[in-house]
C-alpha cells in the first residue's frame, strides 16, 4: 500500500513532462498572447485580474506551502521512522556502508523534491483557466455596456477570438489534468489504506499528508476549470433581447431618418 502510493506519485513526473513537453509550442504560444493582454490590458480590465488574484492567492499559497511541507516530512521521515531511506525500498545489495548510503538518500531526496515541483507546476495550468476565465468575464461586461451596432459586431469577434483562445487552452492541458487526476485518485487510495491499516502513528501521519496533498492537487485544477465553466455558461438571454431591441431601434431610426425628407418633399 505505501509502495502504491509512493509510485503513483513518482510515475506522474516522467508522464507530466512528456506531456508539457508535447504541448509546449502551444503553450508558448498561449503565454505570449496573455502577456501581450496584460500589458495591453486597461484600468477596468486590471481590476477585474485584481478581483482573481485577491480571490486566489490564499488558497495557493497555502497549498505550497502544504505540499512543502509534506516532501520536507517524506525527506526527513527516516529520521523517526525505523526506515533508512524516505521511499520504503527494498535493494539486492548491501546499503548500508558510506557513501553508499548518502548517495542513495541523496537520490530518493531529489525524487521527492521532483514530484513537489511536478504538483506545483498544475498551477501553472489553473493559471490559464483562470485567464480564460477572467478573459470571459471582462467580454461579458462590454457584453452590457454596448451601446450600438458596431460595437456589438467587435464584441462578437472578441468573443469568438476568446473561444478560439479558450479551445487553445483545452487542448493544452486537457491530457495534463487527466494525468493529474489518475495518479492522484490512485495515491487518496492507497494513502488511505496505509492510514486505515495497523501502522505506527509516524507512518500514518506521513502518508496522511500524502494523500490530504493528493486530493489539494486535484483541487488546484478543477477548481478553475469548474469555475470557467460556470463563466462561459452565463445567460445571455436578457442582452440578446436588448441586442433584439438595439438592431430594431437602429433600423427604425434609419427608416424614418431615409423616409422623412421624401415625404416632407411629397407633401411640398
Not at 486597461?42 to 485580474?49: A, G, M, Q, T
Not at 482573481?52 to 495557493?60: D, V
Not at 487553445?168 to 486505515?196: E, H, K, Q, W
Request: aromatic share 14%; glycine share 2%; with cysteine.
Amino acid at each position: 500500500m505505501k509502495v502504491g502510493s509512493e509510485l503513483s506519485a513518482f510515475l506522474q513526473i516522467p508522464v507530466q513532462i512528456a506531456l508539457f513537453t508535447l504541448q509546449n509550442d502551444r503553450l508558448k504560444i498561449i503565454v505570449r498572447e496573455m502577456e501581450h493582454y496584460i500589458q495591453q490590458a486597461k484600468s477596468e480590465e486590471r481590476n477585474v485580474f485584481d478581483q482573481y488574484i485577491n480571490k486566489c492567492k490564499l488558497f495557493y499559497a497555502t497549498t505550497m506551502c502544504w505540499i512543502t511541507v509534506t516532501a520536507t516530512v517524506m525527506i526527513f521521515g527516516p529520521l523517526l521512522l525505523p526506515q533508512p531511506f524516505p521511499i520504503e525500498v527494498e535493494y539486492p545489495f548491501s546499503v548500508d556502508k558510506q557513501p553508499l548510503k548518502a548517495i542513495i538518500y541523496l537520490h530518493h531526496a531529489i525524487a521527492i523534491y521532483q514530484s513537489r515541483v511536478q504538483v506545483c507546476s498544475n498551477v501553472f495550468v489553473a493559471l490559464l483557466l483562470w485567464f480564460v476565465a477572467a478573459r470571459f468575464e471582462i467580454l461579458s461586461q462590454k457584453f452590457q455596456k454596448i451601446s450600438n451596432i458596431s460595437e456589438l459586431i467587435i464584441c462578437v469577434q472578441l468573443h469568438q477570438r476568446l473561444l478560439r483562445y479558450a479551445n487553445d487552452v483545452t487542448v493544452a492541458v486537457r491530457y495534463i489534468v487527466l494525468s493529474t487526476i489518475g495518479f492522484s485518485t490512485i495515491a487518496v487510495i492507497f494513502s488511505g489504506l496505509t492510514f486505515l491499516s495497523r501502522q505506527p502513528l509516524t507512518i500514518k501521519t506521513q502518508f496522511f499528508t500524502v494523500g490530504a496533498s493528493a486530493l489539494v492537487e486535484v483541487f488546484i485544477c478543477t477548481w478553475p476549470a469548474d469555475y470557467l465553466l460556470s463563466t462561459i455558461k452565463v445567460d445571455y438571454n436578457g442582452i440578446i433581447i436588448d441586442y433584439r431591441k438595439l438592431c430594431i431601434y437602429t433600423i427604425m431610426k434609419n427608416y424614418i431618418q431615409n423616409v422623412s425628407p421624401y415625404l416632407f418633399s411629397k407633401g411640398r
